[in-house]
């Protein structure tokens, strides 16, 4: 062990919370970027995206062009302006989005800011996860964001689920097989390399395949309700039958995202309860307390 391991849980959360409470917003993130040097483009490229932006101004609710947009200005390195055409495009959707337009939204807000992952970046993971939290990409930055504030005993347990489901030639795996070993040295994990599986492995905890579709047509307002049954099912199913780390994790992050805190403290406790003794389980298990923003 590299002393990590010996800190109490309870003094964990705390500092994380703590760090994640205080570190630098987006927009502080992105005034410490140095300034990028101008770029040679060719000159029909070029015409092309300036006649992609004034289009983009003056029909600010075609959704084809804000996604054409935060391509080709994440082509040029632009991610402060592909984000915000990304957040434009899931506006003017209003709803019918998916898991992976929100962890794209974040991925170009990390880029952005050099690799850090911001609060508001944390968010549209957040919000990616709840619609399917096998999201590879998601996962990966997920994981990336509790290093950053300290939990790298949770980030090793997500990235080593990650890796083990796969698929093995996925661009998340490469990047998470990239530092998964210094994480694990920080959170005091003899670490022994993780073979991806080579097709996609069991779906990890999340909503049905049918429960992502259904929201992706639904208002923000009916995305709480198909949240709040999925809940209120899986939470029966718990207190009558158990489950496991993840499905008790996955509760406690749904309950966070709908604000109701003290029904997540609640679980939180009785989870701790449930997996005394099971370090790998109770290291999931906060890391779900940490994104439903639960203090100890």
Partial sequence: ????????LAYRIAQAQERATDRPSQAQAEAGMPARPAEQLDE???TLV???????????NDAQGQALLTQHEA??????AAYQAKQNYIRIMSGDVSAQDFTETAELMVMAAGGYVSPEAEQELRTALTLDGGNGPARYYWGLMLGQIGRPDMAYQIWSETLQTG??????????QEQ??????RAGVDYTPITPSPAQGAP???PSAEDVASAQEMTAEDRQGMIRGMVTRLSERLASDGGSPEEWARLIGALGVLGESDQATAIYAEAV????????????????????????
């Fill in 1 to 8: 062990m590299h002393g990590y391991g010996d800190m109490p």
């Fill in 44 to 46: 029909g490229y070029q």
């Fill in 50 to 60: 300036e006649q992609l932006r004034k289009t983009a101004r003056e029909r600010d």
């Fill in 75 to 80: 082509n040029l390195g632009n991610f402060i």
């Fill in 167 to 176: 698929p093995a030639n996925a661009p998340w795996i490469t990047g998470i």
């Fill in 180 to 185: 998964i070993g210094d994480m694990a040295y």
């Fill in 204 to 206: 990890l905890a999340g």
């Fill in 273 to 296: 309860q449930t997996f005394a003794g099971n370090d790998a389980a109770l290291a999931l298990i906060a890391s779900s307390a940490v994104q439903a923003g639960i203090t100890q």
